[in-house]
Every structure is written in structure tokens, then in C-alpha cells.
């Protein structure tokens, strides 16, 4: 259930974590991550938003049948179902919809390559309506005691605002109400194994919803992504 150890190196290539010394709350952990290379950075967002919005097979096909072109063919595809490609109209909504997209890309992105948390589903993959925000949580990561049972459960927020200090605020305040979707999101993520043939592994996450039998650890991650415009290719369009 684990990311793949190509993926994880793919990520920790381009993304570095840096110490912050900021004081704060106790139990409260503050991580900074940075591109490694601001050059390669755009190139390597695009594999990102293919990977985690698309499954491989449809990426392979367009990259066999467009060869280079074919990663920013999915790109436009995204776009399009976003109303963000050329000659459709760059609403408000749509250009939130499409930047909370990447900030949870992002966070997908830190969970797998820098924590020892699962992700089963990415659920970007199975967006009904890529102009609208998927209902629950962001992202759920799950940690399993060797008997397969549950360990920990990572619950995640990412937001992807011009002012880090008021996205970590509201991204704080989403956690905080939590509790209430975090079982929508579960069921989603059992549901999906199950259609994919993955028994075992939705046994082992619908523990996650049986608290009487089972005790975990919760950990809340609020992921912000602060603009640059040393790196914006400002919508990944082109």
C-alpha cells in the first residue's frame, strides 16, 4: 500500500525540506519544503498533476501516441474540464477550483515522499466534476501496525492562497471541523478498493471507521502553498 520507491525518489529529487525555527503550540510541528531546482520545478508539477489526477494507462497512451507532448496533452485535457484552457472563460471559481487541484497534488506529493503514510486512492482520479471542489477531507494517509490494523490516520488540508498566513488560518480551520467528513472520505477511499479488487486492503482501512474495536493516533496536516513568481507558469496551460 506503500508509494512506490520510484515515485518517492522522483519526489524527494525535486522537493527539499527545510528546518524552520518559529516557536510554537506544543504537539504543533512546522516543516518547510522548497523546489529543488526552480527550472526543473514547472516540468516536474506537470508529471505531478498527471500522475495523481490521471491513471497511468491514460497518461501512457497520450505520452505513446504524442510522445513529449503527451504530459501537456493531459494538462490541457485538465484544463479543459476545469473551463481554464484557451478560449473558455478564466472565472473566479473555475481558477480556485484548478489552484486547490495543484495544492492538493502538492500535498499528496509531501505525504508520499516525505512521511511513512499510504495513500490507497488518490482521490483526483475520480473528480465527478473537475469545476467543482470534490466534497471531504483533502487527503487521508493511513499507517498500519504489522498486524494490519490501524496505527494512525493523517488527515490533510491544502490551500493554495496568495497569502500563506491566511491559507494556514483557514486551512486550521477546516481541520478543526474534521471529524465531520473525514468518514465520507473513508468510505470513498473502501468503495473504490473494493471495485478495484483490493479486499484486503479495504478490510484494513474500513477499521479506520470502527473506533470501538480499534485505537489510532490522529494527525492533522495543514499543507499551504505559498505563490512564487519565480515558478508560477501561472495555470500550468502552456
Not at 85 to 106: F, N, Y
Not at 225 to 230: E, L, R, S
Amino acid at each position: 500500500m506503500k508509494a512506490s520507491n520510484k515515485i518517492k525518489s522522483k519526489i524527494r529529487e525535486n522537493i527539499e525540506k527545510v528546518q524552520v525555527s518559529i516557536h510554537l503550540p506544543e504537539h504543533v510541528l512546522a516543516t518547510k519544503v522548497l523546489p529543488s531546482d526552480l527550472t526543473n520545478f514547472p516540468s516536474f508539477l506537470r508529471f505531478l498533476i498527471t500522475y495523481f489526477c490521471r491513471h497511468p494507462r491514460r497518461i501512457l497512451e497520450k505520452v505513446k501516441e504524442w510522445e513529449e507532448e503527451g504530459i501537456n496533452i493531459v494538462i490541457t485535457n485538465l484544463l479543459n474540464e476545469t473551463s481554464l484552457a484557451k478560449g473558455l472563460a478564466d472565472t473566479k471559481d473555475s481558477i480556485k477550483v484548478w489552484k486547490g487541484t495543484i495544492g492538493e497534488v502538492m500535498a499528496t506529493a509531501y505525504v508520499l515522499g516525505f512521511t511513512d503514510y499510504a495513500m490507497p486512492i488518490f482521490k483526483l482520479r475520480f473528480a465527478p466534476n473537475r469545476r467543482l471542489a470534490m466534497h471531504g477531507d483533502d487527503l487521508l494517509g493511513f499507517q498500519f501496525t504489522k498486524k494490519g490494523e490501524p496505527a494512525s490516520l493523517l488527515i490533510g488540508e491544502a490551500k493554495n492562497w496568495k497569502n500563506s498566513k491566511e491559507a494556514l488560518k483557514a486551512a486550521n480551520a477546516t481541520l478543526l471541523k474534521v471529524k465531520n467528513s473525514s468518514p465520507i472520505l473513508l468510505n470513498f477511499i473502501i468503495e473504490e478498493l473494493d471495485a478495484q479488487n483490493r479486499h484486503q486492503e479495504a478490510k484494513m482501512v474500513q477499521r479506520f471507521l470502527d473506533e470501538y474495536s480499534y485505537s489510532y493516533k490522529n494527525e492533522y496536516l495543514a499543507f499551504v502553498v505559498a505563490d512564487n513568481d519565480k515558478w508560477s507558469d501561472k495555470f500550468f496551460s502552456r
